[in-house]
């Protein structure tokens, strides 16, 4: 399925970029480092996403392993399998940067990950739409103690190597890079996602750089 991305966030681009809170004020030449990559991201993305409804038992006992992720779909019947990606194109435009200008390659890297982002922002705002139901945050492989080994199952689950062009690789990482698997469940009506932030479940924690910042990687539960 397409995804309409005409914005990409400025601050989480900067934030990506420097690996930190971004200090305020923001310096002019940080914002125009970014805004000329996220409109090169823009202008390179085709942002896609697919996803399907599945009963949370059998995943439970058969492929999402952890107590983490179990603990994250408690109370939900269902769950979705979401996938999405900006595309090959964004890929190629950040290596040709690496090539010729790494500072450049930094903050076009920055800006696909906050693209992405909100791309998986905006699937999820549609989905939740559509099924007229409340969804919780989004938890990805790697997550906890969810494995990042079973996101070559969850693309096929899903066909998103014939839906949405992403595949899988050996070593079990997304190609194009610039993409991301997720699961959400779907909560019973009247209930309010809740989810524990994402530094209380990895295990990294203690001697996490970011953490000592305190900011966080970007891979949010909420």
């Not at 480092?33 to 085709?46: C, I, N, P």
């Not at 409340?134 to 492989?141: A, E, K, V, Y």
């Not at 993409?179 to 009247?190: E, K, R």
């Not at 479940?201 to 966080?216: A, Q, T």
Request: net charge neutral; aromatic share 4%.
């Amino acid at each position: 399925m397409l995804c309409l991305l005409h914005h990409i966030p400025t601050e989480e681009t900067i934030r990506y970029a420097l690996g930190c809170a971004v200090p305020k004020p923001v310096d002019p030449q940080w914002l125009s480092k970014a805004q000329t990559a996220q409109q090169q991201v823009l202008q390179s993305s085709q942002p896609r996403f697919c996803w399907r409804v599945f009963p949370s038992a059998p995943l439970l006992e058969q492929l999402l392993t952890g107590q983490d992720i179990r603990s994250h779909l408690s109370g939900c019947t269902d769950c979705i399998l979401l996938a999405a990606t900006l595309g090959a194109q964004v890929d190629a435009l950040i290596r040709r940067a690496q090539v010729r200008d790494m500072e450049q390659a930094l903050w076009l890297d920055a800006a696909a990950s906050a693209a992405i982002e909100e791309v998986c922002d905006t699937a999820q705002r549609q989905i939740a739409e559509q099924l007229g139901q409340s969804l919780t945050h989004r938890f990805s492989c790697g997550y906890g103690d969810l494995p990042l080994s079973i996101q070559p199952q969850l693309c096929t689950l899903l066909d998103s190597a014939k839906s949405i062009g992403l595949s899988v690789s050996h070593s079990s990482m997304l190609t194009p890079v610039k993409s991301v698997t997720a699961i959400l469940g779907i909560l019973p009506a009247g209930t309010v996602a809740s989810a524990p932030k994402p530094c209380t479940i990895c295990h990294l924690k203690e001697n996490c750089v970011l953490r000592r910042k305190g900011v966080f990687c970007g891979k949010s539960t909420d």
